[in-house]
């Protein structure tokens, strides 16, 4: 039977809320039926998304206050909550949803990291930290058994999967020495939310681009390096540094790593391709790099390896977008394999191009 | 019975091509089965659109030669053929596949003038005079009636649909004066399509804004005419003013009319909504003016209307995507109109919003 | 002699003040001694203008915070006070310097007007209506006699600045109607300040292109109805849509006028060749329509007339830098003008191409 | 006496040579008198560069055809001439105005690398090799004395220059590991030239970022080893990887570096003032990172440095304008200093900002 499931979004007026929102409108089994958000609780969704004006169920949507003591009408109501929080904030909603029987998709950081130390290092003092032995990290390539029925998801950060995703296969099959690993991202600017700020005004961010929060000062360093030690099976340290670029959409990353010897292009290719097999991550073949736009508004993630020889480094290179890959749609990815959907699911596997 | 239409798509190449791809893909009951193009054929889809590598079945689809001598081979393969052609080849192309008994939907200019002489004063001599009489114009929420069962939709230009969308219902109910209307209108660069020129440049397009073919030279401005005369019930004469502006996707029109005794903004969107009812073209309320990224990869239109009380002038303004609403996704809503089917089925009706 | 005036700016740290300290250090006869800003006021230039960081003696300047009853002292300091400050607080610091024996260029709003109670309407009751008699709209092309010697300039507004210039020898020739006329108006967001706001969000403005202030409701277009009345020799009442498009600086102004009989395009370049001659404005000959690349970072103008035949409309457009000819160039030209030095002294009149 | 020289420019109609015009327009003591092209002879330089119509003398000089033979009569014209040309022409062109008398700067690579079979593993036979020993690397920083006098300067890369500034101090003072540099640096679209092409298509470019020419293959990676190695006193091998950014100007380089014990960021930073002083090279202070933004337009440098303590990897971060600093406005600040005239004579010190 194709039951349909009950969805509600608490922080449905940011950009992953409203990515969110035009996934869950095209996904077959899921439909949209409760909206919370806090600065922005009771407006219509189409006062603060504009591009639903007009466009109904969605439009008249009111938002409503999430209240933890509220947890139970609201699981009279949803089954599965997708949570678009500031971190902290995140955790208090989840746990309140999870423990009234609600599943829950969590976007934010708070259960990305299996150590509470680590986490509260980066965030400061975790509201639920017994909740994180639960959590299923959700990047499903990685973490498909673990996903397999799971009711606490911790979407993956945006950065974070545009790291991982090149570099566990290389990890995994031990190409290349784990430390010395370089991670210079490059990101658009929806990747810092609806809030406008200096950072992200367009006078300044058009024909500007800047590196900030680096050398290991930017918060998604922790998750990287768990993610990626796991791939290991040793400690994993990085040099992670992000940078603003002047575009919307798109995450753009290239890592560097030493070669262990006997490794090629070809055989980190092929390490990738075992490892991701035929699906949302694909695997260019030789003389290809991938590009930012190839996958805006998809799911899907682009990789590419290349071999400096001279130097003796491989270089793995990735795109994503970081509203949908890295955030919204990598969501509705790990809750299709959580609930033993097929993988893609509703999902947009293709472009808008251009 | 759900039976699904095979669909072919000829010029599949370039971006309108890409993006029927795109919403081919998503409707239940279009399957794409065979893709031509001239300059590309013999390669795979997935070299000529990178957004499709790795992407099955549409990347290693090889592109074909299309002649018209195989338009029986292709009748056999295709119900539907889209055409993304230059003009007069699309004429020849269409030609061949009615007649070899395949639906067409051309989204060249080639039928979409019902006088072969206006055809030939701004495109010189039209292939299939002889046609013109059977192609529907392709403008869904105008053309109802003639598309139910048509064989031949002509899908209308990017600039055209932007115009008439929000001038018609004025014209329609008699609320402006027909003469004198002005339509000042902005457009994204992939309206110029996909070959590399000096014009889309990216260093001379960002930061660059400029108008071109002013002054009656556009080959648009015949195709305006004549579907605002048709609205008017008389014949209308227009200045239009297409601006290329520094962005990939969307078209923002600014029209300007002379108001008649009695019309206010109210009026002049109630007049609107009328016609548009509650569908894919959403009449903003007062006080609210479109955002080209509000439609940005959808079907939708937004419309919105303002009175300028100290010179009687009305001011009508349109946002769509000129490859969704303005190409692609109008063609297959008119695609949908004609089968009989849900006007929106399988149209992506949200935004990528950012 | 070639003596050196000292320059002060009161509101220094925004983008029209840090265009003033670029054109104030290549200028031969100006040296800038003395800054002021509220907001920031106690911080150094260089941090709140971050292209200053390293660059003396302007990076160590510390921004003073002007009382008017500290007039005197600034006029021991200064010469000439630059002032780019919100409106109405121009006009107090103004008078104040005014009266202390400072020359006063004012880029705000306040001066501009020639009736108070024009000013009123738009912008509340204005601080020192006394001096609106003194004050000359320092548009140097159509003010030259009245601006030498002046002490009191109203630097113009840059959608006027962009509306005037391509329409004033249209009016002062009677080449078109003096009703009827409409200027559509495209803008880059520098135009919008530095202060962040959803508004000019980089994530909603790139790929976003939208009409604001429509119907009159600009507060520009009096400013711009005072100076072709003055052209005209009657009343002009005029239609003006302002769009914020997705680049940096830049306005692009297409404007609408009914022919009058006789008037032909090359009639009409006629007309502003002879107001204009071979100075700072440039009109394009025929053929030519202008790009707002074309003149980024300089003072010059362009304009381009042409004449819609089939509709008895000439359109004429003009493209200006905003934040140069639309502000503090052209500020600093009107000034040179004042002091009866050469109009260009020491402006860049070359874009920055691309 | 302040004497001033006449200058050519062959190659005038491409990126690099609009620049020059700008900045010997703005220089007090060169003087633009005779400018050649390949493709534009014949043609006006105001047809080739709209930003110049109007504008004389510029506007009104036609493009000659340089031909060697002709080099004697370019001599009886010019003292010193830039050449933005293609390499192995520029060297042609090059040999044959300094054999004829005129002082050459040239903006390829012709005569950068010191041995000519460098030179030919990457760009193919060289026409001169002769004329190796002679030519000047033209980084002023680091070659002033050789600059001194110098009739045939080599105007560095923009890539080499962005990559360059901020890793010779470190080299220099041995503060890091000479093995395992990595430089990735994002470049503004203009660096590709003025010929349109799918990778520089606007449509592409906007909200698309990628790498391109990785792993050791970028021509400009033998020009940066050969730099750094001179600094360092040793063989310098580095991985270089370039990057297409959807903005129009700018280079940002982020460079890692392994930590020699006892490296800070304050001792590098230190290292970086001693050696540029306080001149067109900015090193920001610890907690500010560099943009782009800030120095559009200008021939200035700004360089930061970090540590990432937890993997003992030294940052190193810089941008430039890659048409200003990256090329034209380096050229003139080398030929300045070959010309013992202050370094920074008649050069834009302040960025375009926004």
Redesign the interface.
Same mark, same amino acid.
């Given at each position: 039977m194709n039951s349909v499931l009950r969805v509600g979004i608490v922080g449905a007026g940011g950009?992953t809320g409203?990515?969110l929102?035009?996934l869950i409108?095209?996904h077959p089994r899921l439909e949209l039926v409760w909206v919370a958000a806090a600065k922005t609780a009771g407006q219509r969704l189409g006062e603060v998304?504009?591009?639903?004006?007009?466009?109904?169920p969605?439009a008249s949507m009111v938002l409503d206050a999430f209240e933890p003591a509220k947890a139970a009408d609201v699981a009279a109501k949803v089954d599965v909550a997708f949570l678009a929080l500031p971190h902290a904030t995140s955790a208090t909603v989840g746990a309140a949803l999870l423990a009234a029987g609600v599943r829950v998709v969590d976007l934010s950081a708070d259960f990305r990291l299996r150590e509470a130390a680590v986490y509260e290092a980066a965030y400061g003092k975790h509201p639920h930290p017994e909740l994180l032995s639960q959590a299923v990290y959700g990047l499903p390539e990685l973490h498909r058994p673990e996903l397999n029925g799971a009711r606490l998801i911790a979407a993956p950060g945006c950065y974070p999967t545009s790291a991982i995703l090149p570099l566990a296969p290389l990890l995994k099959a031990g190409l290349v020495e784990s430390?010395?690993i370089?991670i210079?991202s490059?990101s658009?600017? $929806?990747g810092?939310g609806?809030s406008?700020? %200096?950072a992200?005004?367009?006078?300044?961010?058009?024909?500007? !681009?800047?590196?900030?929060k680096?050398?290991?000062t930017h918060r998604h360093v922790p998750e990287i390096e768990q993610e990626l030690s796991l791939a290991a099976g040793t400690s994993v340290?990085?040099?992670f540094?992000p940078?603003l670029?002047?575009?919307?959409?798109?995450i753009?990353t290239?890592a560097?790593a030493r070669l262990k010897p006997g490794t090629t292009a070809e055989v980190a290719r092929e390490a990738a391709r075992n490892l991701y097999g035929?699906g949302l991550v694909?695997?260019?073949p030789e003389g290809?790099?991938?590009?930012?736009?190839?996958?805006?508004? $998809?799911c899907?993630a682009?990789l590419a390896y %290349?071999?400096?020889?001279?130097?003796d480094?491989l270089?793995a !290179?990735s795109?994503i977008d970081n509203l949908a890959r890295g955030a919204s749609a990598q969501a509705v990815q790990a809750l299709n394999v959580a609930l033993g959907w097929a993988e893609d699911l509703g999902l947009?596997?293709?472009?808008?191009?251009?």
């Open positions: 950009y409203a990515e929102v035009r409108h095209a998304l504009p591009s639903l004006i007009g466009l109904e969605y430390s010395g370089i210079d490059k658009g600017v $929806s810092a609806k406008p700020s %200096a992200t005004h367009f006078s300044e961010c058009s024909e500007g !681009l800047r590196a900030y680096i050398a290991g340290k990085v040099v540094t940078h670029t002047p575009m919307t959409c798109g753009h290239t560097y035929r694909t695997v260019l290809k790099l991938p590009d930012t736009l190839w996958v805006r508004g $998809s899907r682009m %290349a071999v400096d020889d001279h130097t480094t270089i !290179l795109v947009p596997v293709i472009a808008t191009f251009p």
